[in-house]
């Protein structure tokens, strides 16, 4: 379900709130001048606030017969960071409550604001947990700011709704469903169509489902000139048990998220329009269910994939490469973009090395490599660059095909590394970058901005780079 908490803007806050927030600076002074007749510093000194973002004291204020509430709320350095991290907590404090005012803090309330919606998501399938507030109306905050914040923190929204989705409802054909509900063209390929084309790897990986593989095609054009066509790949796993090199139960629980990165690039898709976002983006989700059957594909089959490379699957259930690999060839071939950048559920073995608070960021090229590090750490979809090790390349050498989908031994290791080379030969020459985003797909925490389950990680970083490009 969507964010079902609206945000609003209201000119000033009541004299006599029910519900109001207020802000305070570490040295416990108020962070914005609001006309309260309660003595706040020693409040906050009598409940030992510190003054750090994510604090909240509440104190029962007279009101009229009855009882209103003031959430006197730290805001710590007032960085971006510090202000999601309070947005976050107050919206977690007012749980099933109608209606809080917020006195913002002042200066850019986008980060803020987007944290206090993207705190009121929750994945419910019946009558779990108790209902998010209503609305949050920021007296005084500025209109285009919320209003940014609101679609962004949806379309996050719509990115996790997606990959929280159980499998049994997802399949390809259901994802392709979702891609055009976004309203923007969309072109789906089936597998007809896929076959008569050439799209091996997306086929071989979903040989083994009932549920048919697609490739869906989403196109964004903006309304006023443009100089710059990006391509987004998403990799649109909708289960992956791992095929006949199936998984064990404890890590396979997990797959219904392995279209995260996927559902990221339809959720951007949608949201550019409401953005306004400058370049042309079309956005390709290589979509496929990898199950074991007597029709999925073996270890030791060799496929050919989108423009005729041939790969020797020593793996099935390093199937992301195999699809992607098809979409990245079709997107250098045909769709002549000047930068491509994949999202990924990629690997295990990135979340050994950067854990579940950091993406990874491999790329080809300096520029873009830096420039969706710094849209990552303004959005907080943190990401750290990654090295392609030349010397690992090796490991990908097949004695009967172009390459094999893994290492077949264990001489290199270093497996998202390894992975990032293997999508690399499919790029082509073009600018290119891939996010692996399997430590921060999901979260297993109920916290801040974050809710169990899928995270809808790379939405706000793309949506950042694609819109200040
Ligand atoms: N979807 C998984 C990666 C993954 C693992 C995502 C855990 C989220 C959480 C991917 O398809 C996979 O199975 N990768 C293998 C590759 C290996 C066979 C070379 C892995 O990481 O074990
Ligand atoms: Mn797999
Ligand atoms: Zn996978």
Redesign the pocket.
């Known amino acids: 379900m969507p964010i079902e908490t609206t945000a609003s803007v209201v000119a000033e806050a009541p004299g006599e709130p029910e519900l109001l927030a207020v802000p305070y600076a570490s040295d416990l002074s108020p962070a914005h001048p609001v006309e309260l007749h309660l003595p706040v510093p020693d409040l906050l000194e009598h409940y030992e606030a510190k003054g750090e973002a994510g604090e909240v004291v509440e104190v029962p204020v007279a009101r009229g017969d009855g009882v209103g509430r003031v959430l006197l709320y730290g805001v710590g350095d007032r960085s971006p960071r510090a202000l999601r991290r309070a947005g976050a907590a107050l919206t977690r404090k007012v749980k099933g409550k109608d209606t809080l005012t917020v006195v913002t803090p002042g200066g850019d309330v986008t980060a803020f604001v987007e944290a206090a919606l993207l705190a009121a998501y929750s994945y419910r399938i019946g009558k779990a947990g108790k209902p998010a507030v209503r609305t949050l109306a920021f007296a005084g905050a500025d209109e285009a700011q919320v209003r940014r914040a609101q679609v962004v923190a949806q379309a996050v929204a719509l990115a996790r709704d997606l990959a929280n989705t159980p499998s049994s409802v997802k399949n390809p054909a259901w994802l392709a469903e979702r891609a055009a509900d976004t309203g923007v063209p969309v072109k789906v390929w089936d597998e007809e169509r896929l076959q008569a084309e050439g799209f091996g790897g997306i086929l071989a990986v979903g040989r083994g489902s009932a549920s048919p593989p697609r490739l869906i095609q989403l196109s964004y054009t903006p309304d006023g000139p443009y100089d710059r066509h990006v391509v987004l790949v998403g990799k649109g796993?909708t289960f992956?048990s791992?095929g006949l090199?199936l998984?064990p139960t404890d890590?396979m629980k997990?797959?219904k998220?392995?279209m995260a990165g996927g559902a990221a690039v339809i959720a951007v898709l949608g949201a550019l329009t409401r953005l306004g976002a400058p370049v042309r983006v079309t956005g390709l989700v290589a979509a496929a269910e990898n199950m074991p059957s007597g029709t999925a594909q073996r270890p030791s089959d060799v496929i050919k994939h989108y423009g005729g490379r041939t790969v020797e699957v020593l793996?099935t259930?390093?199937?992301?490469r195999l699809v992607l690999a098809d979409a990245l060839a079709y997107a250098d071939v045909v769709l002549d973009p000047d930068a491509v950048v994949d999202v990924a559920?990629?690997?295990?073995?990135i979340?050994v090395a950067l854990g579940r608070n950091v993406g990874a960021v491999y790329s080809s090229d300096d520029a873009l490599a830096r420039q969706l590090v710094d849209a990552g750490q303004t959005t907080d979809d943190r990401l750290w660059r990654m090295p392609l090790v030349e010397d690992y390349a090796a490991a990908l050498k097949s004695p009967i095909a172009d390459l094999s989908n893994?290492e077949s031994g264990s001489k290199f290791g270093a497996?998202s590394i390894t992975?990032a080379l293997f999508l690399r030969e499919f790029a082509g020459e073009r600018p290119w970058a891939h996010l692996d985003i399997?430590g921060v797909?999901?979260s297993t925490v109920d916290e801040g901005t974050l809710s169990k389950g899928a995270t809808g990680f790379g939405v706000r970083a793309l949506l950042e780079w694609l819109t200040r490009i």
């Open positions: 796993i992956d791992g090199s998984k890590n997990t797959q998220t392995d793996n259930d390093a199937e992301g559920t990629l690997t295990g073995a979340t893994v497996g992975a399997a797909g999901r």
